[in-house]
Nanobody, 122 residues
Framework: VQLQASGGGAVQAGGSLNLSCASSGRTFTDYALAWFRQASGKEREYVAA???????YYSDSVKGRFAISRDNAKNTVYLQMNSLKPEDTAVYYC?????????????????WGQGTLVTVSS
């Protein structure tokens, strides 16, 4: 499974971006998919996840502002980010875990995209 993240860019606070992560290779219908981010000088942190059954999970810092979704026909997971804040500035990574029916910690994600940079200015 190879993942390709896209959709990052520069936006002003309060703006929106929609990230995409497409998979090449096998279909990921039964995968858990997630977004993580890493700000400069900080460790990578969990943002949002979606199980193969469609259950969603969010970190407290993005709950109510971000929405994760998946389109299995397109082998793509999305992260709609609204009401962006400067503290959302980071490189965003997508991850995939086979047979993912629930929420999983970062270490259990087997496949990773290359990251896409999101910069939010005040």
């Amino acid at each position: 499974v190879q993942l390709q993240a896209s959709g990052g860019g520069a936006v002003q606070a309060g703006g929106s971006l929609n990230l995409s992560c497409a998979s090449s290779g096998r279909t990921f219908t039964d995968y858990a998919l997630a977004w993580f981010r890493q700000a400069s000088g900080k460790e990578r942190e969990y943002v949002a996840a979606i199980s193969w059954g469609g259950s969603t999970y969010y970190s407290d810092s993005v709950k109510g502002r971000f929405a994760i979704s998946r389109d299995n026909a397109k082998n793509t997971v999305y992260l709609q980010m609204n009401s962006l804040k400067p503290e959302d500035t980071a490189v965003y990574y997508c991850g995939a875990r086979a047979y993912g029916s629930a929420w999983y910690p970062e270490k259990e994600y087997e496949y990773w995209g290359q990251g896409t940079l999101v910069t939010v200015s005040s």
